[in-house]
């Protein structure tokens, strides 16, 4: 499965070891311009750039974005995430900021902010300053060779990947791995009796290739690492799919494939189609084309006296609610006995699911899905 959508909810310790949390720094106090920031003037010229200079200049200077080139959908990640930490972006300068930084500020493009300026080197993260100055530097060629010592010895209880099981232990997290260097640690370790009193006899050659096997599958977890390309995921049954479209997933309720869901595989990719029907609300989800409006969530406030007001929350807490009706006028009501609020989500059938489907329930939905060209 692939949920993109977790990096919106993440504390601010996991985007630092992802070398992002500079990204999504909020001021406390925005400003127009923050004390020794470069004029937000100097973005590339473009369509929408003063969409981005207006919403964007408040926290963050032209380096934030110089040197930085990424797609359209990592970028859209970046200004969902912001807007997850407290920005107010609506949906029509979401795409307008989205559109402009994929165009002016593609993969591999760095823009300078003058004449003689250059991209800023990348800050180091918490993995570049994890563990001590003598970091295992992984020999390839032994690795090979490591990874036939592991077959034969480890590759039972703990996994193809190292990733354990019902049988052994995760080595990919183990501090016998992580602190080990060139065999310092899982030499004396498998020697001194592994699994319990049946110690592991290798040569010292061995044990080094097994290290730096290890420490290459602990690399190849992180998050650039081989594992993370995407994969193909219509595996799935179209008519099992179409059977819990119209049926026990309910989707049919909402949903028309002849209507809103009409030539949808055309839109998004398999990958996106799949983001898209688990987390529907997800703004950086990519389509081919001009994104739809996302649907908002409302309440309808309903007074002891009998009066009824819905709209959109601009304030929902346990003491007070605060809306804009249709028309745009404002209301505000503190919570207390007699007064009902009932909350309208246009995706909470969608969260109800979450907890009901399986993966394979999705798949099969995705694959039937992917049908209607």
């Not at 400003?31 to 004029?39: D, E, L, R, V, Y």
């Not at 307008?96 to 800023?120: D, F, H, R, S, W």
């Not at 994969?231 to 479209?245: A, H, Q, R």
């Not at 969530?297 to 609610?321: A, I």
């Amino acid at each position: 499965m692939i949920y993109s959508h977790w990096m919106r909810f993440q504390p601010t310790w996991v985007l630092l070891l992802a070398g992002l949390a500079p990204m999504f720094a909020v001021a406390q106090a925005p400003s127009s311009f923050a004390i020794g920031q470069a004029p937000v003037s100097q973005l590339p010229d473009g369509p929408n750039r003063e969409t981005v200079q207006r919403v964007c200049s408040g926290c963050h200077s032209v380096q934030m974005f110089v040197g930085r080139g990424m797609t359209r959908e990592q970028w859209g990640g970046v200004v969902s995430n912001m807007i997850g930490r407290g920005a107010k972006v609506s949906d029509e300068e979401f795409d307008q900021i989205v559109e402009y930084l994929g165009k002016t500020l593609p993969p591999g493009k760095q823009t300078g902010a003058g004449p003689a300026a250059k991209a800023p080197e990348r800050p180091k993260n918490l993995i570049d300053q994890a563990g001590s100055d003598d970091k295992q530097v992984v020999d390839e060629e032994a690795a090979a060779r490591g990874k036939t010592v592991y077959i034969a010895q480890c590759i039972t209880c703990h996994g193809n990947r190292a990733r354990g099981g019902d049988r052994g232990a995760d080595l990919v997290r183990s501090l016998v791995v992580l602190h080990d260097r060139y065999g310092s640690t899982i030499g004396p370790y498998l020697a001194q009796g592994h699994p319990a009193g049946k110690p592991v006899t290798l040569t010292q050659d061995q044990t080094v290739d097994l290290s730096h096997f290890l420490h290459q599958q602990v690399g190849d977890t992180l998050r650039t690492g081989p594992y993370n390309n995407v994969l193909n995921i219509l595996v799935g049954d179209p008519k099992e799919g179409k059977t819990f479209f119209d049926g026990a997933g309910g989707c049919s309720h909402c949903h028309s494939t002849t209507g809103d869901l009409a030539h949808i595989a055309g839109k998004y990719d398999p990958p996106s189609l799949q983001q898209k029907v688990v987390f529907p609300q997800d703004r950086a989800v990519a389509r081919k084309g001009p994104t739809s409006p996302r649907k908002p969530l409302t309440v309808t406030v309903t007074t002891p006296s009998g009066e009824s007001v819905t709209g959109v929350p601009t304030e929902l807490d346990d003491f007070n609610v605060s809306l804009r009706d249709a028309s745009g006028q404002y209301h505000t009501f503190a919570r207390g006995p007699g007064v009902k609020v009932e909350k309208h989500d246009p995706y909470a059938a969608h969260v109800a699911l979450l907890d009901q489907y399986t993966d394979k329930q999705i798949h099969d939905v995705v694959a039937y899905l992917e049908t209607l060209q």
